[in-house]
């Protein structure tokens, strides 16, 4: 067990920190929800960059980052969902690329074959990460333009989603001939 390790079952062990929080959101609520989405969002580049560092790069790091990012974002859109800030479908969209993504490259590892991370991926991040806080800060800071981005940020995100999970497929149809 490493710092980056830690690191990523924080970001596990903040979901149920963050779900709670949201289950009845009020201004107070949403904003301690926003911190802790934040917070959690930040150790993803940082378990990242420091295991890399580091050298620190381990094989549960390996599974326990992705897994922690991919349940991090579901149950953020999942609970976006619940309190109606976000269509379901463009929730199921962007996870359910997750499941097929993770399930491609897993695939193409036992196949001995590597699919790096897109740079539209990371993109895609950065639009999930900005719409989740924006549509939850908005219940406590109450202002129209802060959904007004969020709504856009999701829209990016799924496009992202959409487009990087193609980028995806057409890398493993390359490298498995």
């Not at 969002?41 to 960059?49: E, N």
């Not at 974002?73 to 479908?89: E, F, G, H, K, T």
């Amino acid at each position: 067990m490493n710092v980056p390790n830690l690191l990523s079952i924080s970001r596990i062990l903040a979901v149920p920190v963050f779900v709670v929080l949201m289950l009845e959101p009020t201004p107070l609520r949403a904003l301690l929800a926003g911190i802790v989405f934040s917070i959690a969002s930040a150790t993803d580049w940082l378990d990242g960059y420091l295991a890399r560092k580091w050298g620190q790069v381990t094989k549960i790091g390996k599974l326990l980052d992705p897994v922690a990012d991919k349940i991090l974002m579901a149950s953020a859109l999942i609970m976006l969902v619940d309190i109606a800030r976000i269509p379901s479908w463009i929730a199921i969209v962007i996870v359910g690329r997750e499941f097929a993504i993770t399930g491609l490259r897993s695939m193409a590892a036992a196949e001995g074959i590597v699919i790096p991370a897109e740079n539209m991926g990371k993109y895609k991040v950065g639009a999930q990460i900005t719409a989740v806080l924006c549509l939850v800060l908005d219940y406590h800071l109450g202002t129209d333009w802060i959904s007004d981005v969020g709504r856009l940020a999701l829209w990016i995100a799924m496009v992202l989603a959409v487009y990087s999970g193609i980028q995806y497929i057409v890398n493993y149809w390359k490298k498995a001939g």
